[in-house]
């Protein structure tokens, strides 16, 4: 009996880390095309070789809203419920930039999985709540439109993985009471 205990444990814990293995290549597989192709020498061809090998790391683009929503937008979840800080911070964040949240793909699956059609739906419900995807993509998507950018240029930089780069450790803490 332990004896098979132990077998199974063993087998389930290859599995597992096999299945977090596989999806660290995935997530990581755009940040490595993004990256900048070396600089060729005058004498080389000016078009780079063909890599076999990119058109199977190339990865679908989730849903998203090409243009601003045309009507009123639902409302995001109130983060008072969240007693987090950092589910919290990242709604009230979402709360602030949502038709911005609804131009930008969200890159977690839950356009298959569940049905979103942009990352602010991810807001909408308890998903985001959960889901450190998207709670990145959210603070990402608000950092850089404070900084003046518009919903297209944030969304070319999620396609390009930057989103990753954001340090949810940062947003761990509630701003002081007033």
């Given at each position: 009996m332990l004896q098979r205990d132990l077998i199974l444990a063993v087998a389930a814990s290859v599995f597992l880390v096999g299945f977090g293995a596989g999806r660290l290549c995935a997530q990581n597989s755009s940040a490595q095309q993004s990256q900048p192709a070396p600089a060729s020498s005058p004498a080389s061809s000016s078009a780079p070789a063909p890599n076999p090998v990119a058109k199977f790391l190339k990865t679908e683009v989730p849903s998203y809203h090409a243009e601003p929503p045309k009507g009123a937008l639902p409302n995001t979840l109130d983060p008072a419920q969240f007693l987090d800080a950092q589910t919290r911070?990242?709604?009230?964040?979402?709360?602030?930039?949502?038709p911005v949240l609804y131009q930008e793909p969200c890159y977690c699956g839950?356009?298959?999985?569940?049905?979103?059609?942009?990352?602010?739906?991810?807001?909408?419900?308890?998903?985001?709540?959960?889901?450190?995807l998207c709670k990145k993509e959210a603070?990402?998507?608000?950092?850089?439109?404070?900084?003046?950018k518009s919903a297209a240029e944030i969304r070319k930089e999620i396609i390009d993985g930057k989103w990753k780069e954001v340090d949810l450790a940062s947003y761990d803490?509630?701003?002081?009471a007033k």
């Amino acid at each position: 009996m332990l004896q098979r205990d132990l077998i199974l444990a063993v087998a389930a814990s290859v599995f597992l880390v096999g299945f977090g293995a596989g999806r660290l290549c995935a997530q990581n597989s755009s940040a490595q095309q993004s990256q900048p192709a070396p600089a060729s020498s005058p004498a080389s061809s000016s078009a780079p070789a063909p890599n076999p090998v990119a058109k199977f790391l190339k990865t679908e683009v989730p849903s998203y809203h090409a243009e601003p929503p045309k009507g009123a937008l639902p409302n995001t979840l109130d983060p008072a419920q969240f007693l987090d800080a950092q589910t919290r911070n990242i709604y009230t964040l979402a709360a602030k930039v949502k038709p911005v949240l609804y131009q930008e793909p969200c890159y977690c699956g839950c356009d298959k999985e569940v049905g979103h059609k942009s990352l602010l739906d991810c807001f909408t419900d308890l998903h985001g709540a959960h889901c450190i995807l998207c709670k990145k993509e959210a603070a990402f998507t608000y950092s850089e439109s404070q900084q003046g950018k518009s919903a297209a240029e944030i969304r070319k930089e999620i396609i390009d993985g930057k989103w990753k780069e954001v340090d949810l450790a940062s947003y761990d803490t509630l701003p002081a009471a007033k």
